[in-house]
């Protein structure tokens, strides 16, 4: 029986901004169903590694593998439907102030899907409701505390049921 192919694989990946080298030398892969961490201190790269491998950044050497795919390689509907295998958790939320929290996590299903407002609104309370926030979807991100913000940034990333979540500093900052 073969074992199944990596979800994620990074090669000899080596990352950086302009000339500065970050981190090089970089593999590793992640099974489906895995929850793998990368650890480190603060500005060693952690951050600017997801950024390389979730495609918002292109490597300056090796490659990020998602489902057998090139993330720097793809382009058009392409990198599209890929991108649409993860949800991303970035390090401060990235919510949007001006949407209340059930808006912040509707946006992905109003975007990508063509469900109607109703099953919309269900899913994204449905969400919120497994990160304890339910009763608080009428509130603005500036109401809430900065892990009550990371929480709803975790349910927006997991709206479109992802394949892969992607979490930068999941546990900092939690209450």
Same mark, same amino acid.
């Given at each position: ?85 993860? #949800?991303? +958790?970035?390090?401060?939320? %990235?919510?949007?102030?001006? =949407?209340? /929290? ?7 299903? *109003? ?34 505390? #900065?892990? +009550?913000?990371?929480?709803? %940034?975790?349910?927006?990333? =997991?709206? /479109? ?7 930068? *500093? ?6």
């Amino acid at each position: 029986m073969s074992e199944a192919a990596p979800i994620i694989r990074v090669e000899d990946l080596t990352v950086g901004y302009g000339r500065t080298v970050t981190l090089t030398g970089v593999s590793f892969e992640v099974k489906q169903g895995e929850v793998f961490g990368i650890l480190g201190g603060s500005g060693c790269g952690k951050s600017t590694l997801l950024k390389n491998m979730i495609g918002l950044y292109r490597p300056m050497a090796g490659r990020v593998l998602i489902d057998g795919t090139d993330i720097a390689a793809v382009e058009g509907d392409e990198r599209s439907a890929l991108i649409r295998k993860f #949800g991303v +958790m970035y390090q401060l939320g %990235a919510l949007f102030g001006s =949407m209340t /929290l059930l808006a912040n996590v509707r946006l992905p299903l *109003e975007e990508y899907t063509d469900l109607p407002d109703e099953a919309i609104d269900l899913i994204a309370r449905m969400k919120l409701d497994l990160v304890g926030l339910a009763p608080a979807a009428a509130l603005m991100p500036a109401e809430l505390s #900065g892990g +009550m913000r990371k929480r709803v %940034a975790i349910a927006r990333a =997991m709206a /479109l049921d992802p394949t892969i979540l992607f979490l930068d *500093e999941p546990s900092a900052g939690l209450d």
